[in-house]
């Protein structure tokens, strides 16, 4: 069974560029999530989706927003880039299914530059 | 080498000890508690995980404990390898699906 797949591995911007971020989940998990991850911050959670509904959310700007489709697929979004937005952003699948353990298991990362 | 009680941020131990790392979660009402390892250039890898109504759960080398007197976690590494090399993090979860990560601790294995 496939992984979580995230797309692109790597991204370069510039300050005020606005970048998507996209996340296949493993086949059959109904819920992603998504967090930062920087050397001073750590794992920080942003949001998490589950039948295309935001069901969850971290404290981050609103320029931080995503979407999940009916396929259960993800995309995150950051709009006017700063430079303290450079990290990497992972995505995080999980079955959600009452009675289940529901791990979330997560993608190898986006690593986002922004210069 | 063994280090109980505090958390760390780096772990050296030799090839074949046992390692121990801790962590303080934040949340007394939390439910559920993950470990994860994270290598250079991946995601954090699920390791092992117990519900608040456990004290102890063991897996293939590794085994849990979870103090809720005291808000701590601990993970125990028998026969540390060198592909134990890598950063831990703990994780706790408060009802809902977010998880709450703690500081990683990195263990670096010498052979």
């Known amino acids: 069974k496939a992984g979580v797949t995230q797309t692109p591995r790597y991204l370069i911007k510039t300050r005020g560029q606005q970048v998507t971020l996209s996340c296949s989940p493993i086949s059959g998990h109904r819920s992603v999530s998504w967090y930062q991850q920087t050397p001073g911050q750590g794992l920080q959670f942003l949001f998490e989706y589950f039948s295309e509904t935001q069901r969850n959310k971290g404290n981050f700007p609103g320029r931080f927003s995503g979407r999940q489709f009916s396929n259960s697929r993800s995309e995150m979004n950051v709009s006017t880039l700063e430079l303290g937005d450079s990290a990497l952003y992972l995505c995080?699948?999980?079955?959600?299914?009452?009675?289940?353990?529901?791990?979330?298991?997560f993608g190898a990362g986006t690593r986002l530059s922004v210069l | 080498g063994e280090n109980v009680g505090l958390h760390l941020p780096t772990l050296s131990v030799q090839e074949g000890d046992n390692s121990i790392i801790n962590c303080a979660y934040s949340?007394?009402?939390?439910?559920?508690f993950i470990w994860y390892k994270q290598e250079s250039g991946k995601g954090p890898q699920f390791i092992i995980d117990?519900?608040?109504?456990?004290d102890k759960r063991q897996g293939q080398r590794v085994t849990v404990l979870l103090n809720k007197t005291v808000k701590h976690l601990s993970l125990q590494i028998a026969a540390t390898q060198p592909g134990d090399s890598a950063v831990y993090f703990c994780a706790e979860k408060l009802g809902g699906t977010a998880l709450i990560f703690g500081k990683g601790t990195t263990l670096s294995v010498s052979s």
């Open positions: 995080a699948s999980s079955l959600d299914r009452a009675g289940a353990k529901n791990i979330q298991y």
């Open positions: 949340n007394s009402a939390s439910d559920y």
């Open positions: 117990i519900r608040s109504n456990m």
